[in-house]
């Protein structure tokens, strides 16, 4: 085939293309074409349909940038975890199942002591902070146990541990906490809707955006300003070279699973307080979507994270009313989970750079 | 790398504390362990089943073997005499039992329910062992068995090399007649000829006392003679299996469901099925080192493609026998395997498998949904599938049934050993080992990755074929991520890429957890801390394959 080709003297791009792909480029780039077509096929029906208003669109937006900014949360740890590892922690999600169960304790233990009724607008900020300590613990043991012995092997020895570890803590919570599902306190003030410019938006939902972009802000003013940043970009760059110029690898990973964790944990607490119920299986499907936002933002990139979130987030919550409902598919928002596996899919065969990466992802992966 | 050093401090900063520090380290993590058992509600599950009628309890075995575990690693210091060694866990085992005894002061004294669930009364009952509950005396008693219990594990270690194996044969032997009674007594009650009814060997859940120490005594008499035996042939006393622990281990399995019960035929039919699953993820994740976590993807096609073409239920599209679906469920599963495999393939390592992972639950999801249900029955699943007949003789019963899989089985496991030792299968070890390498050598990755991926999901159809023919119904339920796991683990424990090591890895991941009732509410538990040790400890697996063994006797 090859040689057929490269007889063919007419210069081109397309020529080029076309020379140097093998039959496996073919059918990739037509499943690229029958996917585009899907959607924008059903893209047209929906919008043609009409089922839904413009209100009812604003709402699905606003449901979606909240859970969007979750999922951005969780993707922060594998992106964090990525950059510096080269590898998954797959047993992030129930990381953040964890941190959703410290802080329904926590809002317990709060309520005993009479905290929760004299300073209802203090106890959020602590349960967040218990949520944040149980994830960084849980984190720092995965570390521990997962990654750190097999630092320097390559293997999958590491990945194995990680699955490992997810069903450890999934079944010892199981265990522990029980099998039912656990209610999730209110707070009293987030009982209720704001207005605001003629959108009328439950407060845990606000509350969830507005506390997960200030903890974003957070971490990246930690990782652009501070030593231990400075440190993590360096060991992230290079570990060898990081060792060598004094930088304590072992504590930088430490620091980077345990700061992961903590906002796994917040985004178990935050997810907790918009869906009101948390059970302990809860985690693991929800970390395969963050990792789908991290690897859609571009993984190793902090930004990329959020945008990945918010991102998958909006297609999720947007998707069954938009694009499924053209073709008259009963019950559409079952299917939600098949847009948010669709896009980790689709992404990881076509663009596993992610939307802001740059960097070649096969060397890395 | 000639960093290594510097970079991993994890053997380098591991501090040699005291001996006596040692001990009281060992007796905590000994503790925590135990506390751990009692807190995610397995003590008060196991307790309830007897090892040994009336003296010994499950819980209580797997709490006094923890101790033991303690006491053993405690005293096998070298640089300490053996009074120091017995001392040391004599320490490890009251600081063991000490951690048991504040948790159950704890329970009775805060209220912790609300928080964790096991932490009832009804659990300080069974911990207080026949004491009034939390009584000083119930407190006291704990920390004193556990010195017991970590003293005789010290004194096991320290024994003669010879004595010592021939007491841990001895209890083993007990542990496993205790453990699966059910087993060895529905054999016993096949066998006429013996003298006395079963039960005097077995109570009504474990052995009786009685029996137990003699056969703790001729275990332990077996043990010392075969090793005397092996000495006077010159040989040294070998470790592990080998040919002849295969031919017995074959034969076992051939044999067992024609002396037991049904239910233990229909334990070995599961172990069957998850051996034809286990060698088809071999060939993908075993030989080609591809991580496939959407694997139940392609179970799911084999079962639904025979649930369709057999069923004499409303969504049935065919009515053929189970011979002719087989074929079609298998040649199915193997498009959908080519189908999947095309766009992944090139994604490598741990994105393949976050990659798969979500391509089977895309799967699971779709068949769930209301958009499929009249075709696909969604939550109702597809039920009244047809037995298999065979020359007029409907295969029903659990022993048939285990029979299809096992031969089934064999046919999978002659194929994937010719496989093994084909140019195409070395092809696949060397890609395993180093994808770039393999690629200047001139095999074609991508075309070698999509045959292990296809034949593997092959193997998954047929052995979802066999499924939904031995269940009589599918559900989309029996198809979760979970089942992708199990047999993950399964290659795992038994050895990645060696086929006696699916056997061994289904017979210990799935046949012993159903044997043992009490436990399989923790099994998943189990599989978690299983993997994660089998890391740490053993890597190359119980059973590993001949180049894993090279690999590491190279090292």
């Known amino acids: 085939m090859s040689e057929t080709a490269r007889s063919a003297t007419e210069p081109g791009v397309f020529a080029e293309w076309l020379r140097r792909s093998t039959w496996v480029d073919f059918i990739l780039l037509a499943i690229r074409i029958g996917v585009a077509a899907l959607v924008l096929v059903g893209l047209a029906g929906g919008l043609a349909a009409g089922t839904y208003s413009a209100a009812d669109f604003v709402s699905f937006t606003m449901f979606g940038l909240t859970i969007g900014s979750i999922y951005a949360l969780i993707a922060l740890g594998y992106t964090m975890v990525y950059g510096i590892l080269r590898m998954i922690n797959f047993a992030h999600g129930d990381v953040m199942m964890v941190g959703s169960f410290a802080g329904l304790f926590a809002a317990g233990g709060l309520n005993d002591a009479g905290v929760l009724g004299a300073f209802p607008l203090l106890a959020l900020p602590l349960v967040l902070a218990a949520g944040m300590a149980a994830g960084a613990l849980v984190s720092i043991a995965i570390e521990r146990i997962a990654y750190r012995p097999f630092l320097h092997v390559r293997s999958l020895a590491p990945l194995i541990c990680a699955i490992g570890m997810s069903f450890i803590l999934q079944y010892a919570a199981r265990g522990l906490f029980g099998t039912r599902n656990r209610a999730y306190p209110g707070f009293g003030w987030m009982e209720g809707t704001v207005s605001f410019a003629g959108l009328t938006i439950p407060i845990p939902q606000v509350v969830a955006f507005v506390a997960a972009l200030i903890v974003l802000a957070g971490l990246l003013a930690v990782v652009r300003l501070t030593r231990l940043g400075k440190a993590m970009r360096a060991v992230a760059e290079d570990r060898d070279a990081a060792a060598l110029v004094g930088i304590d690898v072992t504590a930088v990973i430490v620091a980077t699973f345990a700061i992961g964790g903590a906002m796994a944990g917040v985004a178990g607490v935050l997810y907790a307080l918009v869906f009101k119920q948390i059970t302990v299986f809860m985690g693991f499907f929800l970390g395969v979507k963050g990792f789908a936002a991290a690897i859609l933002g571009g993984i190793g990139n902090l930004g990329g994270a959020l945008l990945g979130g918010l991102v998958l987030g909006l297609a999720e919550a947007l998707g069954p009313a938009l694009i499924l409902e053209g073709y008259h598919l009963p019950a559409p928002y079952q299917l939600k989970d098949v847009i948010g596996y669709g896009m980790l899919v689709m992404i990881l065969i076509f663009r596993p750079q992610g939307l802001l990466g740059e960097r070649l992802a096969a060397k890395r992966a | ?555």
């Open chain 2, 1 to 555: 790398m000639s960093f290594n050093t510097v970079t991993s401090s994890f053997k380098v900063t591991r501090r040699r504390r005291s001996p006596l520090m040692e001990a009281v380290r060992l007796g905590l993590i000994a503790g925590a362990a135990l506390v751990a058992f009692a807190l995610i509600g397995a003590y008060s599950a196991m307790d309830k089943r007897a090892v040994i009628e009336g003296t010994v309890t499950l819980s209580q075995l797997a709490s006094l073997l923890i101790v033991f575990a303690a006491g053993h690693v405690a005293a096998r210091d070298a640089r300490s005499g053996t009074s120091a060694a017995l001392l040391n866990a004599v320490v490890a085992g009251l600081v063991a039992g000490a951690c048991l005894s504040v948790l159950v002061w704890l329970i009775m004294a805060v209220n912790l329910r609300t928080t964790l669930v096991a932490a009832s009364p009804a659990l300080a009952k069974a911990l207080s062992l026949g004491a009034r509950i939390a009584s000083l005396e119930a407190l006291a008693q704990l920390p004193l068995i556990g010195a017991a219990s970590a003293l005789v594990g010290a004194l096991v270690g320290r024994l003669p090399a010879g004595a010592g194996k021939a007491a841990l044969t001895g209890l083993a032997a007990v542990i496993t007649a205790g453990l699966f009674r059910d087993v060895f007594a529905s054999m016993l009650e096949r066998l006429p000829d013996l003298t006395g009814p079963d039960h005097e060997v077995f109570g009504s859940a474990g052995l009786n006392p009685g029996a137990a120490v003699a056969l703790f005594f001729l275990a332990a008499a077996f043990a010392l003679v075969r090793d005397r035996l092996a000495l006077k042939r010159g040989g040294v006393p070998r470790s592990g299996l080998s040919r002849p622990g295969l031919v017995l281990l074959i034969a076992g399995v051939v044999l067992l469901p024609l002396v037991t019960n049904d239910f233990v035929a229909q334990v070995a039919m599961l172990v069957a099925l998850y051996m034809l699953m286990g060698m088809g993820l071999n060939i993908e994740l075993g030989l080609a080192g591809l991580v496939d976590l959407g694997f139940v993807a392609f179970f799911a096609v084999g079962a639904y493609t025979v649930a369709l073409l057999c069923s004499s239920g409303p969504l049935a599209i065919a009515d053929v026998s189970f011979w002719v679906a087989l074929p079609v469920a298998i040649v199915l599963a193997a498009v959908a395997g080519m189908i999947f495999g095309l766009p992944v393939l090139r994604v490598r390592g741990d994105y393949l498998a976050m990659a798969t992972l979500g391509l089977g639950e895309i799967i699971r999801v779709l068949v769930l949904s209301d958009a499929l249900s009249p075709y696909l029955g969604g939550s109702q699943g597809i039920i009244e599938i047809d037995h298999p007949r065979l020359f007029g003789w409907e295969l029903k019963s659990p022993v048939a049934l285990y029979y299809l899989a096992l031969v089934l089985a064999g046919v999978v496991a002659f194929v994937s050993l010719r496989l093994q030792n084909a140019k195409i299968g070395r092809a696949w070890l060397a890609m395993r080992e180093d994808e770039d390498v393999a690629q200047a050598l001139g095999i074609d990755p991508v075309a070698s990755k999509l045959l292990a991926y296809t034949i593997g999901a092959a193997f998954a159809g047929a052995a979802g074929a066999v499924f939904a023919a031995l269940i009589g119904s599918v559900y989309p339920h029996s198809f979760q991520l979970l089942v992708s796991i199990n047999v993950l683990a399964i290659l795992v424990i038994g050895g990645l890429g060696s086929l006696p090591g699916v056997l061994v890895g289904a017979i210990v991941l799935i046949g012993l957890p159903e044997l043992l009732r009490e436990f399989g509410e923790f099994r998943y538990l189990f599989y978690g801390i299983a993997l994660v040790a089998m890391m740490h400890v053993r890597a190359e697996g119980l059973w590993p394959a001949a180049y894993a063994k090279e690999g590491v006797h190279a090292s």
